[in-house]
């Protein structure tokens, strides 16, 4: 085997202020081949003429998505009656990137090649080439979603207690193979809720974590932002990614989606301090030995800690005691207080039974901020 040339990927910053709780080595400990997405992709095309496009699902800022058949035995197409092809058939999803630089879509592809496989984690199938344009193609599994303000505002704990810890399932694998998904919301979560089928999709922001390694913190959407991307905090690890759980689950159990609405990635911060206060805000930063940046000069304010139970009305009876305790060991300003993955999954929250009381959990309703 060659070894390959060092790569600037897990270069250290000067000044070492944040490390991960766990996983600190999960890329270190295996072959530069395994993270270097710079220096080591190796692409086996698969044939684009097994793919057939059916009609368009999505559309993000780096790809248009598609559901698709898998022509399975493409030799046999003629010979077989109508019906029959369509049992050689696969549904797949169809994933078409827009042109962005090569080191992005060699970084979710090596991601996914490395994830594929995992529990929860949305299976890549192959990848293909169009031929004129260069642009890859990327197949997927198909999960048949519903959309997560249908589903969401059905969910009773026991659903909560499934879903999330389905979820956290993905998280905990993809953080043990040094991945941090940094992109995660209900839109990137797929659920099937007649299979009860979760996947966690959408690599496109996900990262190898290397210790000491600053980070950009133009990462995960808005409303799902931790506190330390909006400080500019760049030693950030896969706590960013319990952050956004956090987010989703307070959402839900408080009725108000999303749970912090900023108007502004400045707003965010705004409006994460007025529910965990300003004081904690700076001892978070000073702590890290940061500043709060100058962007908030005007718009931050002095905002007391709001307790849990202002949230809970009597329109929700999913705020249980231990969902209660949950959030608040998510929603922490310092990435490292929060629950991990795995510790989250072992919170008592999961544990505890509520399908006697579930019939009440019908009544709720939704409640629009
Ligand atoms: N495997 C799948 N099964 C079902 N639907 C899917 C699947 N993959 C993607 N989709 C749908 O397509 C949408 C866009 O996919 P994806 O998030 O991977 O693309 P993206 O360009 O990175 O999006 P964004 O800009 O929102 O981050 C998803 O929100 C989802 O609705």
Known sequence: ???????????????????????????????????????????????ISNYEIINK???????????GECIINPEDHHHHQQQQQHEKQQPCVIKV????????????????????????????????QDQSSKIPALIFEEVKNMDFRQLYPTFKLPDLQYYFTQLLIALNYCHSMGIMHRDVKPQNVMIDPKEKKLRLIDWGLAEFYHPGVDYNVRVASRYHKGPEL???????????DLWSVGCMLAAIVFKREPFFKGSSNADQLVKIAAVLGTKELLSYLNKYGLRLPSEYDNIM?????????????????????????LIDNLLRYDHQERLTAQEAMDHPFFKANYESNSDESNQNTMVSN
């Open 1 to 47: 085997m060659t070894t390959l040339p060092p790569s600037a990927l897990n270069q250290k910053s000067t000044r070492v202020y944040s490390e991960a709780r766990v996983y600190r080595d999960a890329c270190e400990k295996r072959p530069q081949e395994y993270w270097d997405y710079e220096q080591s992709v190796v692409i086996k095309w698969g044939k």
């Open 57 to 67: 699902i999505g559309r993000g800022k780096y790809s248009e998505v598609f559901s």
């Open 97 to 128: 990137l827009k042109p962005v630089k090569m080191k992005k879509i060699y970084r979710e592809l090596k991601i996914l090649m490395n994830l594929t496989g995992g529990p929860n984690v949305i299976s890549l199938l192959d990848i293909v």
């Open 230 to 240: 909006l400080v500019n905090l760049n030693q950030y690890d896969y706590s960013l």
């Open 301 to 325: 304010r002095d905002f007391i800690r709001r307790p849990w139970d202002h949230f809970t009305g009597s329109y929700t009876n999913l705020a249980v005691p231990e969902m209660i305790d």
